[in-house]
């Protein structure tokens, strides 16, 4: 059954190769159907492929932490595909693909399985990333990543000469110290090109910046979420923690260096695009305080960021002169924007408080100095671009579709009431990082009581 | 009664009914502003101290909670008394308001209930939850002003941002220390405390919020500009309501938190970190002074006077004596309600003119007698001149610094006060007194509505000062719930060992004075009015009326002193561009023109951790 | 040994993407890593003296290399071949823009943009 997840988005995809213009239509039931399906489904539950049980052939795990991220990114797809307009002909059935290859990235329980979808993802990533006729971006791209996929792809094979295995159960349960630092090394690599940490991160902003809306707001929050849920799940699950040390250092310097990158910027979608980095940075040093507050609080953020992104990013990249014409999506805009700051009654605040709090608990006095400064550079630049945009005197202003405002409208509601009742995002964020930390019921529920 | 919490959300909710009646009609929107406003003030007037209501989670075990303290009831009152007057005076106002003036009104209500909520908070996160959205709603209200106040509205963002945000540092460092954020549990934590570099750290942190809100140095930089670029009729909410949260946030960390028994004194009572205080609020005096009689533009003028009167209200509570405290609480009052007449008299003389250059102006008496009125009784207020309320205040707070041998401070405080003599001078005769222009001949005097509040705050500063009653009883309780020793006072005078200060004789005295003069007036013959080019000059006619304005050089024989001063908004001007400058590096550093440099990192990083690891 | 040719192999590859300036020559140098991942791959299942891992009558004792990495790698390089042609049509799609492959003279454009 978990397999129709992977398998319905892929099979659709292939079946309208030839009718690319209907693919727009089909693209929101295909993924409600996944919803749908996966609200049939029953945690902790898994699956084996081809009937070879764990460790010896690939499973597909689901579990509360994989459930909950399958959940978020269906429905970030689901938000996309509501929004046709910014879908070029063609690309619907390359979201189809994303979509398959993101559920199995999150589903599989298999690190080499888990390479192949990684490329795959990262090959339609390639893909949306050309849009706009930003060719030589996604060629940047497609060279950085495929480099990356490499050391990732070194990495597993070298999990599995440390352990025999590539399930990722059973390289848990083998762990040894003489292998983990090759290959959290290159799994890092691998996934830190993904996740945008920051030396690795340099083609961002090109493929962000293109122009299009659809590439940052499906790369920056629906893959990002995919690729920090890999990331905690090698990293906390199967790792157990060995290797945060390093993450924490890469994080602060990504979320400190790309603010301060992000305030420089002259376009509104290079800012964003480094602001994307910058909270990814956050995300990730807050998860490598591997404490349960410190990591609930990262994919509290990291909701709260890909909620505000969609918004920031669609209409950044739609707007054309100022606001006064579209006072609903500026509206919308602007509350996304607050969120990012933090500013009180919106979510981003309430993630923010709680990983000053966890840290604070932790005894770690670093990041929340570092938090709270870099949050007067993103201010900065923040509320300059709302400003410049709401108050120009730009007379070519063109109205913005309305399915595209009603939809950052909603989403700018859901920001100010997870602002008040945060109770929606945290229940979810709680199921990933009891997922996420629970390492024993995991290596239980795959290898069956070993 | 509602309860508290009832009415910030009343607040909050109303900022979008305003929004909409504003949207319908410009003027019904406003007036559901005052009434709102109004209301507010007649609830804080009654309401019962020592009320207590639970709020929200701040998190799964802290609780955030309202208090009315009687500290937050005396600086609620003061902020509504100038928000509904604003309120009352934007009802005309609006009407000449051409775009952005729904919002304008519903970012008022915003800021009012934030504000409330700020006073009436009974823990550090909850008081920074509302003051957030106080900052936020008059951050977005500050662009709505002229070009200047865009940029203007971010500065003043980033420089409140770095305040708060280390306030917050401070909350959390706090609640983790003793998982209590209340302000009564925190102070008791607080004087067990025995790292004294903990407390430093605590009580500066803290600080840092007010400083920055009330444009103490050396944080002062965005008033001007903010101040100056800002709507009209909100500067005069904004200095004389919003700046008062940061007063709060002083009081609150210097007094609620009782700095005097934390810290062992270092001179005459006083602590050394409350001394360093007092020297930043010395600092802002003068700097406020010595700009403020610079500046052309009447606006930013008295936002420098604003700093300055920052800087007095932080010297009274820093030193945290009876009647220093005292004085800066009632400076409080008179600054914010001077604020608001100085600020309102502009905004109509803007709103009549169209420029806030003095030296575009002059002779506005002849057209404007009672907006002239509210300025002189406001400048007479600020510059401390009995019988108005700000002498009190001011004497209040000379007295004390003399009294503890603190000659340096005090002559620091009576340079500012006879510097802001001159600087409210420069307005007065460039604006108000001289030559009428030509093109200002068929100027109007301000409408009624506008009229209405501006002379009832010109009556309140004058009653005020012959009987200061109401304000000192305030005070009174206010010390009495900090701990420190009342203030003596007997209705009209106030007594200090220093001597007493008896305010219907001075009055007596002045109005004495005032009918000798204006019967000297009346029997001496009238000065003859001519037009500024009815004469000539070596010669030659007049004709340029800017080349011989009685504003152009008007000081410039005490600028000529610091024409070359230090100038911090360069110094964050440079900062900022120094940020650029990193920002610039950074890019450069990841983001190329060739996939070379993005493997180049890869490679770079791959090393970088195997030479760590191993 | 054959860790040693891979090792080298990587190294020309990336020698080859941090040095030249030619965008074709860097899916080239892509090319060289891919192949020098997998022959690493392979290279760790291979036993000295083990058969193929076929079964078959004539090797009916299980005495084979470990067969795993192998049906690895042809994972792997479809997913190569997929990539490298993915690169190729982008960069036919960059040659149309740009009338060039030459990264400075790109930039030189793309600056001027």
Redesign the interface.
């Known amino acids: 059954m978990t397999a129709l997840l992977i398998a319905i988005p892929l099979l659709t995809a292939f079946l309208f190769v030839p009718f690319k213009e209907k693919a727009k239509f089909i693209l929101p039931i295909i993924v409600l159907i996944n919803i749908v399906l996966l609200f049939n489904l029953s945690i902790n539950s898994v699956e084996a492929m081809g009937g070879w049980k764990a460790p010896f052939g690939i499973v597909l795990v689901l579990d509360s932490a994989s459930f909950y991220t399958l959940l978020v990114v269906n429905i970030i797809f689901l938000i996309i595909s509501l929004i046709p307009q910014i879908t070029e002909n063609g690309f619907s059935i390359l979201l189809l693909i994303l979509l398959a290859s993101t559920n199995g990235l999150i589903l599989t329980g298999d690190i080499f399985n888990s390479f192949v979808f990684l490329e795959i993802t990262a090959a339609a990533a390639y893909i949306i990333a050309s849009l706009k006729k930003n060719y030589y971006g996604a060629y940047k791209y497609l060279i950085v990543g495929s480099i990356a996929g490499g050391f990732y792809l070194l990495g597993a094979i070298y999990s599995y000469v440390g352990t025999g295995s590539l399930n990722f159960a059973d390289i848990s349960l083998n762990l040894n110290s003489s292998f983990l630092p090759f290959v959290s090394l290159m799994l890092f690599i691998g996934l830190a090109v993904e996740t945008k940490i920051l030396p690795l991160a340099g083609w961002v902003p090109d493929v962000y910046a293109s122009g299009s809306p659809l590439t940052p707001a499906i790369l920056g929050t629906g893959v990002t979420f995919t690729m920090m849920y890999l990331l905690g799940r090698i990293f906390i699950t199967i790792f157990n923690g060995y290797f945060l040390d390093v993450l924490y250092i890469f994080g602060l310097l990504t979320l400190i260096l790309a603010e301060i990158a992000a305030f420089r910027q002259e376009k509104l979608l290079k800012a964003l695009a480094f602001s994307s980095i910058a909270q990814a940075g956050l995300v990730l040093s807050t998860i490598s305080l591997n404490t349960y507050d410190a990591i609930k609080a990262g994919y509290f953020h990291l909701l709260n960021d890909a909620t505000a992104k969609i918004i920031l990013f669609v209409i950044a990249a739609t707007v054309v002169g100022n606001f006064m014409k579209n006072k609903t999506a500026g509206i919308s805009f602007s509350i996304a924007s607050f969120s990012l700051i933090g500013f009180p009654i919106f979510a981003g605040f309430r993630s923010k408080l709680l990983i000053l709090q966890s840290s604070f608990e932790k005894g770690d006095y670093l990041l929340p100095t570092v938090l709270l400064f870099s949050t007067i550079i993103e201010a900065a630049y923040l509320l300059k671009w709302n400003v410049r945009l709401w108050h120009n005197e730009n007379e070519e202003t063109k109205q913005i579709p309305w399915n595209i405002v009603l939809i950052t409208l909603i989403l700018a509601l859901l920001i100010i009431f997870i602002g008040i009742f945060p109770d929606l995002y945290l229940k979810v964020s709680e199921n990933i990082t009891d997922g996420l930390m629970n390492y024993k019921a995991y290596v239980t529920t795959v290898l069956g009581g070993m | 009664m509602i309860s508290i919490t009832n009415l910030i959300l009343v607040f909050l909710f109303g900022s979008l009914i305003s929004y909409l009646l504003t949207k319908a009609n410009k003027v019904l929107g406003s007036i559901f502003n005052f009434l709102l406003t109004a209301y507010a003030l007649y609830f804080l007037w009654n309401i019962e101290v020592g009320r207590s209501e639970k709020l929200f989670n701040i998190f799964s075990n802290v609780q955030g909670s309202l208090t009315v303290t009687n500290l937050g009831k005396f600086f609620s009152l003061v902020s509504f008394l100038v928000l509904a007057f604003v309120a009352f005076f934007v009802i005309d106002w609006i009407r000449f308001k051409p775009r952005s003036y729904a919002a304008f009104n519903a970012f008022y209500l915003l800021m009012a209930g934030g504000s409330l909520g700020v006073f009436f908070a009974n823990d550090l996160i909850t008081l920074y939850v509302f003051w957030e959205i106080a900052v936020l709603a008059s951050f977005l209200i500050i662009p709505m002003g002229d070009e200047s106040s865009k940029k203007a509205a971010v500065t003043y963002a980033v420089m409140s941002a770095l305040g708060s945000y280390m306030y917050l540092f401070a909350a959390f460092s706090i609640l983790n220390r003793y998982g209590v954020i209340s302000f009564k549990e925190v102070s008791i934590n607080l004087l067990n405390e025995a790292s004294i570099g903990y407390k430093w750290f605590v009580i500066l942190f803290i600080a840092a919020a007010g400083i920055v809100k009330s444009g103490i140095f050396p944080l002062h930089t965005w008033l001007r500009k903010a101040y100056g670029g800002s709507p009209d009729a909100f500067t005069a909410a904004f200095s004389g309501q919003l700046s008062k949260l940061g007063s709060y946030v002083l009081a609150i960390s210097l007094a609620v938190f009782p700095t005097v028994k934390m810290f062992s004194p270092l001179y005459q009572g006083v602590p050394t970190l409350n001394y360093i205080l007092i020297w930043l609020g010395n600092i802002s005096i003068i700097l406020g002074t010595f700009m403020a009689i610079r500046q052309n533009d009447m606006k930013q003028l008295i936002a420098y006077s604003s700093v300055a009167n920052g800087g007095y209200i932080l010297v009274g509570l820093a030193t945290l004596d009876s009647i220093g405290f005292a004085g800066g609480l009632f400076h409080v009052f008179n600054h914010a309600i001077i604020s608001v007449m100085v600020f309102l008299s502009f905004a109509v003389v803007i709103l009549r003119t169209g420029t806030s250059k003095i030296d575009e102006m002059g002779g506005l008496i002849w057209r404007m007698p009672m907006t002239f009125v509210t300025y002189l009784v406001g400048i007479i207020s600020l510059a401390g001149i009995p019988p108005t309320s700000g002498f009190i205040s001011k004497w209040m707070i000379f007295n004390t610094l003399v009294r503890h041998g603190m000659f340096v401070t005090a002559a620091i405080a009576f340079i500012g006060s006879v510097g802001s003599f001159l600087y409210v001078f420069r307005p007065l005769a460039g604006v108000f007194l001289g030559q009428l222009k030509k093109k200002h001949y068929d100027l109007k005097e301000a409408s009624i509505i506008m009229l209405i509040p501006m002379l009832l705050m010109v009556a309140l500063t004058v009653l005020l000062g012959v009987y200061p009653k109401p304000i000192l009883d305030l005070i009174v309780s206010v010390e009495t719930e900090l701990g420190i020793k009342p203030l003596e006072h007997a209705g009209t005078i106030i007594k200090t060992p220093l001597g007493s200060w008896n305010t219907i004789t001075v009055f007596i005295m002045f109005a004495v004075g005032f009918i000798i003069a204006f019967i000297l007036y009346l029997l001496f013959p009238k000065a003859k009015k001519v037009e500024l080019t009815n004469q000539y000059t070596g010669g030659e006619f007049l004709y340029n009326y800017d080349l011989y304005h009685y504003a152009t050089g008007f000081y410039r024989f005490i600028e000529r002193l610091y024409d070359k001063h230090p100038s911090f908004e360069k110094l964050y001007e440079m900062i900022g561009v120094f940020f650029k400058s990193i920002g610039d590096f950074v890019t450069g550093l990841i983001y190329k023109p060739s996939p070379s440099g993005y493997i180049f990192w890869i490679s770079i990083v791959i090393l970088i951790l195997y030479w760590v690891r191993w | 040994m054959v860790y040693y040719i891979s090792f080298i192999l990587i190294g020309i590859g ?1 020698y080859g ?5 030619n ?1 074709f020559k ?2 080239v140098s ?1 090319t060289i ?2 192949t020098a ?1 997998n022959i ?2 392979i290279s ?1 299942g291979y036993i000295e003296g083990k058969d193929v891992p076929i079964y078959s009558k004539y090797t009916p004792v299980a005495n084979f290399v470990d067969p ?2 192998q049906a ?1 790698v042809l ?2 390089i479809v ?1 190569g071949v ?2 490298l042609a ?2 190729a049509s ?2 036919v ?2 040659y149309e ?2 009338e060039t492959l030459e ?1 400075e003279e ?2 030189v454009k ?1 600056a001027r943009k």
């Open positions: 990336i993407i941090l040095t030249q300036k965008l860097f899916l892509l890593i891919d991942i690493f791959i760790l795993l990495p690895l994972t792997a997913i997929g990539t993915l690169g982008l960069l799609r960059v823009k740009y990264v790109i930039a793309e």
